[in-house]
Every structure is written in C-alpha cells, then in structure tokens.
C-alpha cells in the first residue's frame, strides 16, 4: 500500500528501532535469514537497491490515477470471485455487507479448530470508481481520516487490490486446511470498500483471535523487501489498544520470521532498521481494533525485482504460506 491516504501518511523523520524491536524479532528472523541469504547464492538475488530511511511514496492516494487501478486495462484486471487469481471478472459486486459464504467454512477438523480469524485484503478493485465513497471521512480514534485508498500498482499495472485479494484467498485455504473459521473483510464481493473504521469492526465482531491485513507498498524504486506493521500503545479518542499491543507483536513477529523463510525475501530495507518490523499509531485498522492484529506489506510494487515476484504466482502461494504458518504458531502457542 502506498504511503499517502488516510491510513498511510508519509512518516516523519523515523528514529532507530532497533533497541527492543530487534531483541523481540531476534529468535526469528536470524536463522530465517540465513536461508534467505543462500537463496541469493543461488537464484535471483532480492537485495540490492537503496538503503534510505525513508520511503519515498508513490500516488496512492484516494482517487490518485497514476497508482493505475483506475485505467481501462487495470479494470479488466479484476480479481475473480474463485480461489485464486485467474483473471476472469467476478460474476457480481454489490456494495452491502462483506459475508461471503465461503470465508465462514471451516475445515471439518485441526488443530485450529474453534479458532476464528480474519483477513483483511488492502483496499478494493473497485475503489477507484467510488472516489466520493472513499474520500469521506471516517473517525479513526485518534481523528478523522479517509475512508480508504485506491491502493498502489506496479509500473505495468498490477493492482494491490488484485495482489491482496489473491494472496488473502490462498491464505484462506490453507487456514481452513488447519481447522480455521476465516472471515474476510471483503472479497471482491462488493463495488467498493470497506472503510478502514469498518474493516476494523469486522474483526472485532467475530471476536477473532487473530486479524491479518495483506498488503502490498508503493515506494521508489530500490526499496526492497516485507515489513509488518505492528500497532502502537494508543489510548486517545475511541481508540485503545493498550491490550492488543503485546500479542500483536507476538503474532508479527511470528508471521516476520516464517514469511521470510517460505518467501526467500529478505526484511524491508528502508523500513524497520532490518527487523522486518514497524510500529505505527496512524492507522485506523489498528487504533481500533480489540483483537489481535498486524499488517503486512508484503514487497513494493513500484521496484522491478519486488514487483516480478509479487506479480508470481509461485511467490504468491509461499507468501501465503509464511503468513498462514505464522498465524498458526500464534494460535498455537
């Protein structure tokens, strides 16, 4: 997701984290590094580029085009309503409600039986023809802000929100193979949204025991790499996550180190000071959320070589795969 909208603001100056951030990641990412680094002995590298400590942020604000969602070829693009993403439109939209049946079909046994959780793909296909819709603003808690974004796009036109519903499905299967009841925020089921305010109520009604937004960044080119979005200690307003802060954290840190074992791909580089990990009090999704919850921008789309293995359907699957593990050891203990 790009840095500009409602819930992604350019940072500020951002200090050093690697005091306790690092230490608290530091039993998961290392060994799982190092896999990643004999990865680059032998295949497509994944490093390289800039080290800024900053990201420099693509348009993806409400209603921006030059995220390219908006374009006659972008619309063609829609993710399909199917398991993963073949291309084909979905066979209808609607603007109610996201309850699609088979985001409530658990498997009939596993070890996560019993538990519930919820997948938020980042932004919608269809946002970008509701920019009205989108602009209004919502309350986060802490203030009012957007109701969403249009998302990013690779430089060829690859949607985050095509990128996010496929990955969140796949994603999908693999919990339910687990026993998982899984509820998504939406699933392409509806013309646009939902708000960031919404996406956070529908995580806290299923009263679930983990919530996981999938996401995907639009920075300059040379930033490279994953990072997961931890929420901050906030008590402002309607918001409060002062109960949800440690095991959030828990559960980024988990799906950090299995992501970069399933996926090869090495922590941000410009974001988190290498851990993998952020921690943001911007964000709405996270300010109001009273479960468990973490986002993950899984690559940045406007770098070449971030944006051939996010447009991969093989990468796809392991990203689903590191995330699902990670929920898994969550929930598990």
Same mark, same amino acid.
């Given at each position: 997701?790009?840095?500009?909208?409602?819930?992604?603001?350019?940072?500020?100056?951002?200090?050093?984290?690697?005091?306790?951030?690092?230490?608290?990641?530091?039993?998961?990412?290392?060994?799982?590094?190092?896999?990643?680094?004999?990865?680059?002995?032998?295949?497509?590298?994944?490093?390289?580029?800039?080290?800024?400590?900053?990201?420099?942020?693509?348009?993806?604000?409400?209603?921006?085009?030059?995220?390219?969602? =908006?374009?006659?070829?972008?619309?063609?693009?829609?993710?399909?309503?199917?398991?993963?993403?073949?291309?084909?439109?979905?066979?209808?939209?609607?603007?109610?409600?996201?309850?699609?049946?088979?985001? &409530?079909?658990?498997?009939?046994?596993?070890?996560?039986?019993?538990?519930?959780?919820?997948?938020?793909? %980042?932004? /919608?296909?269809? /946002?970008?023809?509701?920019?009205? &819709?989108?602009?209004? +603003?919502?309350?986060?808690?802490?203030?009012?802000?957007?109701?969403?974004?249009?998302?990013?796009?690779?430089?060829?036109?690859? @949607?985050?929100?095509?990128?996010?519903?496929?990955?969140?499905?796949?994603?999908?299967?693999?919990?339910?193979?687990? =026993?998982?009841?899984?509820?998504?925020?939406?699933?392409?089921?509806?013309?646009?949204?939902?708000?960031? &305010?919404?996406?956070?109520?529908?995580?806290?009604?299923?009263?679930?025991?983990?919530?996981?937004?999938?996401?995907?960044? %639009?920075?300059?080119?040379?930033?490279?790499?994953?990072?997961?979005?931890?929420?901050?200690?906030?008590?402002? $307003?309607?918001?409060?996550?002062?109960?949800?802060?440690?095991?959030?954290?828990?559960?980024?840190?988990?799906?950090?180190?299995?992501?970069?074992?399933? @996926?090869?791909?090495?922590?941000?580089?410009?974001?988190?000071? $290498?851990?993998?990990?952020?921690?943001?009090?911007?964000?709405?999704?996270? /300010?109001?959320?009273?479960?468990? +919850?973490?986002?993950?921008?899984?690559? /940045?789309?406007?770098?070449?070589?971030?944006?051939?293995?996010?447009?991969? =359907?093989?990468?796809?699957?392991?990203?689903?795969?590191?995330?699902?593990? $990670?929920?898994?050891?969550?929930?598990?203990?």
């Amino acid at each position: 997701m790009s840095y500009v909208g409602p819930d992604f603001d350019p940072p500020g100056p951002r200090r050093s984290r690697r005091g306790p951030m690092t230490v608290a990641v530091a039993a998961l990412v290392p060994g799982a590094l190092v896999g990643w680094l004999v990865w680059q002995a032998v295949g497509d590298s994944g490093g390289g580029g800039s080290t800024s400590a900053t990201s420099t942020t693509s348009a993806g604000a409400p209603g921006a085009s030059s995220a390219a969602p =908006g374009s006659a070829s972008a619309a063609a693009r829609t993710p399909s309503a199917s398991g993963t993403d073949d291309g084909k439109p979905p066979s209808s939209t609607f603007s109610g409600p996201a309850t699609p049946a088979a985001s &409530d079909l658990p498997a009939a046994a596993g070890p996560l039986k019993g538990k519930v959780v919820v997948i938020d793909p %980042g932004h /919608n296909p269809g /946002n970008f023809q509701h920019a009205a &819709d989108i602009n209004r +603003k919502v309350n986060i808690g802490t203030n009012w802000k957007e109701c969403d974004t249009t998302g990013t796009s690779t430089n060829a036109g690859y @949607t985050e929100a095509r990128f996010t519903l496929d990955v969140a499905r796949r994603l999908r299967t693999l919990l339910q193979q687990e =026993g998982a009841m899984v509820k998504f925020t939406q699933d392409g089921d509806r013309s646009w949204g939902p708000c960031v &305010d919404e996406r956070a109520r529908i995580g806290n009604d299923a009263h679930a025991d983990a919530v996981v937004s999938i996401h995907a960044d %639009g920075s300059a080119a040379g930033n490279r790499g994953f990072h997961v979005i931890l929420p901050a200690s906030v008590h402002s $307003g309607g918001a409060d996550t002062r109960a949800i802060v440690a095991p959030s954290r828990d559960l980024g840190e988990r799906i950090a180190g299995n992501f970069v074992r399933d @996926t090869g791909s090495a922590p941000s580089n410009y974001i988190g000071g $290498g851990t993998g990990l952020d921690v943001r009090s911007d964000l709405g999704g996270l /300010n109001l959320s009273t479960v468990p +919850k973490v986002f993950i921008e899984c690559g /940045n789309m406007r770098d070449s070589k971030d944006a051939a293995l996010l447009t991969s =359907g093989a990468w796809r699957q392991k990203a689903a795969r590191g995330i699902s593990e $990670g929920i898994v050891s969550f929930l598990r203990g």
